[in-house]
């Protein structure tokens, strides 16, 4: 990391260790580029909130939450339902619409690893069309001062990924910044083994984690969080909308006056 993007406040531990957490980072102390700082203890991307134990409580307890976006489709939250210690959190949630997922994708390809690599850029290319009411709503809570917030999915890759790599292209944060945020997922934990040592905690089985069967050069490329999948959303985002700003504006349908309060409410 080069002294452009590190935070002001660069002590100040970026992934919260937690037992029962899964790639729960703070998004704070990024310097835009116009110097002002993403404000700290504000947004939290993670994974996963249902295998916290009693141990964890304390800390999360002291971040204050106040709301949670959770990306996922309706069977991954009943699945794997939200545990979190303040029964005061406000849950967000949105309908699956017409949901692409990697199964999807990668039905069609060889099963190998070329093919599961071009099973993860057609994913990334088609989330910001599907993940623009998420999106808003992620921004809505921001603008509304329903903060600290967390947003996450399942590993806190992918769908989580996008939704803080717009929030932070949109706050005028470097892109280089943006990809090193996002490539930190794969120092922040080892999601398969995260999956495979607590699926028995809510009674799971292979049948509910399919992937886990895939031959292990494609877990390899799918678990992965690589800088090419990241950029095939923004080359997305670019090509159709011109850039981040006017996704915003004509995908995710936030206006002007909406932006410019959350800018006030993430810099400082």
């Known amino acids: 990391m080069n002294a452009s993007t590190l935070p002001l406040d660069s ?51 002291q971040l204050g939450v106040r709301a949670i976006c959770d990306l996922r489709r309706d069977d991954e939250r009943q699945r794997e339902p939200t545990r979190w210690p303040d029964a005061a959190v406000t849950p967000l949630s949105w309908a699956d619409g017409d949901a692409p997922t990697i199964r999807g994708f990668a039905a069609a390809r060889p099963r190998d690893a070329a093919g599961m690599y071009e099973s ?19 921004f809505e809570c921001i603008a509304t001062g329903n903060m600290p917030v967390i947003v996450h999915c399942s590993a806190g890759k992918d769908r989580t ?20 945020d996002y490539l930190m997922t794969n120092s922040a934990g080892d999601f398969e083994q995260f999956i495979t040592t607590r699926q028995g905690q809510l009674g799971l089985g292979d049948t509910h984690q399919p992937l886990l069967s895939m031959p292990e050069e494609m877990r ?36 002007d006056r909406m932006l410019e309060t959350v800018r006030k409410q993430m810099l400082t």
């Open 11 to 61: 002590d100040r531990p970026r992934l919260l260790a937690l037992r029962g957490g899964c790639n729960f980072r703070d998004i704070g102390g990024y310097v835009a580029l116009d110097g002002r700082q993403v404000r700290w203890g504000q947004v939290f991307r993670t994974g996963v909130l249902s295998y916290f134990t009693a141990d964890d409580h304390p800390s999360l307890l």
């Open 161 to 180: 990924g996008l939704a803080i790599a717009v929030l932070l292209d949109s706050l005028g944060v470097a892109r280089e910044t943006i990809v090193e």
């Open 120 to 138: 993860m850029i057609h994913l990334y290319r088609a989330l910001p069309d599907w993940m623009a009411p998420r999106i808003r709503g992620f």
């Open 220 to 255: 390899r490329v799918l678990f992965a969080a690589d800088a090419r999948y990241l950029q095939a959303a923004f080359d997305r985002i670019d090509e159709e909308f011109g850039g981040v700003e006017e996704y915003l504006r004509n995908s995710v349908q936030i206006e």
